[in-house]
């Protein structure tokens, strides 16, 4: 497989993640968002949508959209399982996931917040607003679940755990203050610890900017 991804995109970070939970190989293809590299007729042939990241499979089909990704490979590949069985406990960890990926990730994205400069938006204020509303509210559902297990919910990573690191890397470069989320710093440092997520981390991918 391929996976063509940026560095520092926090969708490529949850997909990189996934993979290694799965204990899945893949070739590192990088897309420089930054030079606009992702707009080029050969990636738009791979994702109409301009975007990362994509998982390519080894027929050449073509995966575009992190959780969807995600889905795919739990679902071919089912150990470990990121989603849990039981119907609540799974409508809470989709509740979880989706406050990151539709209440705070899309609207802190480069593209949305170079649009927003050139209306005379402040990007930086935007971006924090937004992070900082979101992961307010992830604080209070993440607090009512503390009692069962490490994780977000539960005893073993889910997918909600899967999209917080990336999420938590872009508050802090929006200068949140995250002492007002001490679960979610307890849930992270724990999954940070984990080699699968730690091999994600950014700094340590090819492309990475220091």
């Known amino acids: 497989?391929?996976?063509?991804?940026?560095?520092?995109?926090?969708?490529?970070?949850?997909?990189?993640?996934?993979?290694?939970?799965?204990?899945?190989?893949?070739?590192?293809?990088?897309?420089?968002?930054?030079?606009?590299?992702?707009?080029?007729?050969?990636?738009?042939?791979?994702?109409?949508?301009?975007?990362?990241?994509?998982?390519?499979?080894?027929?050449?089909?073509?995966?575009?959209?992190?959780?969807a990704i995600i889905d795919f490979l739990d679902l071919t590949h089912p150990e470990p399982a990121f989603w849990p069985a039981d119907p609540i406990d799974r409508a809470r960890v989709a509740e979880m996931t989706q406050i990151i990926n539709s209440g705070i990730q899309p609207l802190q994205n480069l593209a949305v917040l170079v649009h927003l400069e050139s209306q005379g938006v402040d990007r930086k204020a935007f971006g924090a607003r937004y992070n900082q509303a979101g992961l307010t509210a992830l604080e209070a559902v993440a607090q009512t679940l503390r009692d069962r297990g490490d994780y977000l919910l539960g005893a073993t990573p889910t997918v909600a755990d899967i999209c917080l690191p990336p999420q938590l890397y872009s508050a802090r470069r929006f200068e949140i203050d995250l002492s007002a989320f001490p679960r979610l710093l307890e849930v992270e440092a724990r999954i940070n610890a984990i080699p699968a997520f730690a091999e994600a981390h950014p700094d340590r991918q090819p492309d990475a900017v220091r």
């Open 1 to 67: 497989m391929k996976l063509y991804n940026y560095w520092r995109s926090s969708s490529s970070w949850r997909v990189r993640i996934a993979l290694n939970l799965k204990g899945l190989s893949y070739e590192y293809v990088a897309v420089n968002l930054l030079e606009a590299e992702q707009r080029d007729d050969a990636h738009v042939s791979r994702n109409p949508m301009a975007r990362v990241p994509v998982l390519e499979l080894d027929d050449g089909t073509m995966l575009r959209e992190s959780l």
